[in-house]
């Protein structure tokens, strides 16, 4: 389940993503992939904030093998056009971008068209993402991106090819350090009071951000990696 999305849009050319304008400013980050952090029962704090994921994305190959190159761009053209058309009925989004997913549309299509790896061939690669409801189940989530790809009009020999292969993003993901914090000090009263008033508890490594890994297959456990020790109080 766990892909690292290719820097489509350095690669393209097209620039650095903006944050999306419905995220309030805050960059949607593809918290699995490359970023996601291995659960280490050692290591991993046990205490940590568990969230579901905002959206589960893909990536999607649309390719095209008319042998007319002029031909084929169009068609390819014509083809992203119609899932920029389809993607709001379809619920999914399109995006670009490697860890921090940008928008889409139709102002990048020339930049977004590359030659593929076979002769008379031509490519673009997109981001597709669909929103994580409270009730979705994975299959669920993915159904819609897959049925999207399925349904959306294709133009001459273009065919659009999701990957079997899913990532999860959270937006803002620094913005529920307040709750980790919150649930870090709970649990070190809850220490100090189980040794009683000659013990103190001292809590390390807040300053760090956020980190994560996956528990479930649309769920994040979202942690600080902090380190708490329990020591004698200093006698008066």
Known sequence: MKIAIVAAVLALGVGAPQAWSQNDGLEEIVVTGTRLTEFDPVKTPHVTLRKRADNIVTLVRVVCDTRDLSQRRDELKATLRNMIKAAPGAGVELGLGDEIIGRFDDTMLDAVILPDGRPDTSVAILVVKTRVSPTDSFDAATGRIKAFAART?????????????????????????????????????????????????????????VSWYQSGPLELALYIPYRLTVTPRPKS
Do not use: M
């Open 153 to 209: 009009p294709k133009v001459g020999r273009t065919e659009i090819l999701p990957y079997d292969e899913w990532n999860l993003t959270l937006i803002g993901p620094q913005k529920h350090r307040p709750e980790v914090i919150n649930l870090v000090a709970e649990d070190a009263r809850r220490a100090a009071a189980s040794f009683g008033t000659d013990y103190a508890v001292q809590v390390e490594g807040l300053q760090l951000p």
